[in-house]
């Protein structure tokens, strides 16, 4: 597995949240039964940056927390059965032959922000982001009601399992 973190912040990334980061996305790979290696890129921003990325992808033009960049479109969330019906070199890094699931972008003022908003810690929310974005990479969405509900029900249970309860 190879989880790329790009940190644009002055934010100082120390070695607990590095773990923090590789234990939650294992956690989401072990959840999701995913059966490839995999690559993830992660880009820590600011709201300057983040806010530029969501009107260049989303046209809201406001920061945000967390933008997802999946590279993969399931026919159902976390069913991987497409990728050995298509040629491997459109889903792997053939240096690596890890199934390269897309990137995640987090602001960390935003992190910090709304750690405070919800009384816990920038740990859980760091955790939290990622969690919910890793799903995003996996197919989930929260489009309506059913499929918010079943995503944040798989969000609280990894996020359980990672200890980043609230």
Do not use: W
């Not at 992808?57 to 976390?78: A, C, K, M, N, Q």
């Not at 974005?133 to 995503?151: A, K, R």
Request: overall charge negative.
């Amino acid at each position: 597995m190879s989880i790329i973190v790009t940190n644009d912040t002055s934010f100082e990334m120390t070695t607990k949240h590095t773990e923090l980061i590789n234990k939650t996305i294992e956690e989401c790979i072990l959840h999701e039964k995913c059966p490839f290696d995999v690559e993830i890129s992660i880009f820590l921003v600011n709201n300057k940056e983040i806010k530029e990325m969501n009107k260049e992808h989303r046209d809201i033009d406001t920061p945000t927390d967390v933008l997802s960049f999946p590279l993969l479109e399931y026919d159902e969330p976390g069913d991987f059965s497409f990728v050995d019906e298509v040629d491997d070199s459109e889903y792997f890094n053939l240096d690596t032959n890890e199934l390269m699931l897309g990137d995640i972008v987090i602001s960390i003022e935003k992190a910090i922000e709304q750690a405070e908003t919800y009384g816990h810690s920038f740990e859980r929310e760091l955790g939290f982001l990622i969690v919910h974005s890793m799903l995003h990479l996996f197919g989930y969405d929260h489009i309506d009601e059913y499929e918010t509900e079943q995503m944040f029900k798989i969000q609280e249970a990894i996020l359980e399992k990672v200890g980043l309860m609230r």
